[in-house]
């Protein structure tokens, strides 16, 4: 991996203004929308956690699903336009361009994280220990690598022109099914066995880990494990495959 590539991407993240409105911003705006109306403050869930802060770990799961399924996918227009070639042409290898790749999906999943946890804290009365709060962002944003993968996937196989909607649809999908915008706790039977599935189900039990008892990390390591995995085998085939024919 090239720490100067790195920081070239970074920086061309961060000057994207549809990067910092919908993968920092929006999740902020829609934590605070939520919280409001449904009146969401002194109600508690019967685990004993407030909806409030539930309310703030959908978002940050949200902010941090969206920010690397973007940045992986954005592979696809470098493939497209020759970027990709061209970068082979200089000392960058190509597997340390897929790993920077995956580098930037973790830096760019951190600033929607912790947005809307400060807005939690200052505006919204979520209350955590000091220690909570670092557990939590830091367990929220090691979770992160699924999404990043996912991303990185979604640039290897898709075209430029079919990579926004594929991860407009991929965002919907993991939030509806993965417990983001209906709890798992209203859920019918059949959804709730679907949420047990989805990455985003057990990103956000990671989150809750530090807050409430008796939440089942192995399985969550277990599952988001299975989807790194299996992730990275497809990643990896389709990686070999497009570099074998350019």
Not at 70 to 93: C, D
Not at 144 to 153: D, E, H, R, Y
Not at 166 to 189: H, K, N, Y
Not at 212 to 226: H, I, Q, R
Request: glycine share 12%; proline share 4%; hydrophobic share 55%.
């Amino acid at each position: 991996m090239n720490a100067r590539f790195l920081a070239l991407e970074v920086r061309r993240a961060v000057r994207n203004t549809r990067y910092l409105m919908f993968t920092v911003v929006m999740p902020t705006v829609m934590f605070l929308l939520f919280v409001n109306l449904y009146g969401a403050k002194g109600q508690v869930f019967p685990n004993g956690l407030p909806v409030t802060t539930s309310l703030m770990l959908n978002m940050a799961v949200f902010g941090l699903m969206s920010a690397p399924l973007a940045a992986g996918a954005r592979i696809a227009v470098e493939r497209s336009t020759g970027w990709q070639r061209q970068l082979r042409l200089t000392p960058l290898s190509s597997l340390g361009y897929v790993l920077t790749k995956g580098a930037l999906g973790m830096i760019v999943a951190l600033p929607g994280i912790l947005l809307v946890m400060l807005v939690g804290g200052l505006f919204e009365d979520v209350r955590m220990s000091a220690v909570q709060w670092v557990e939590v962002a830091g367990g929220l944003w090691l979770a992160t690598l699924p999404f990043v993968l996912i991303g990185i996937v979604i640039g290897l196989l898709a075209t430029a022109d079919g990579m926004q909607a594929l991860t407009g649809v991929l965002s919907m999908a993991f939030g509806l099914l993965g417990g983001i915008w209906i709890p798992a706790e209203v859920a019918p039977g059949w959804l709730s066995a679907v949420m047990h599935v989805m990455p985003t189900y057990w990103v956000k039990l990671v989150g809750q880990a530090p807050l409430v008892g008796g939440a089942d990390l192995g399985t969550a390591v277990l599952v988001l494990g299975c989807w790194v995995v299996g992730l990275g085998v497809i990643a990896a085939k389709r990686f070999q495959t497009d570099t074998a024919r350019v």
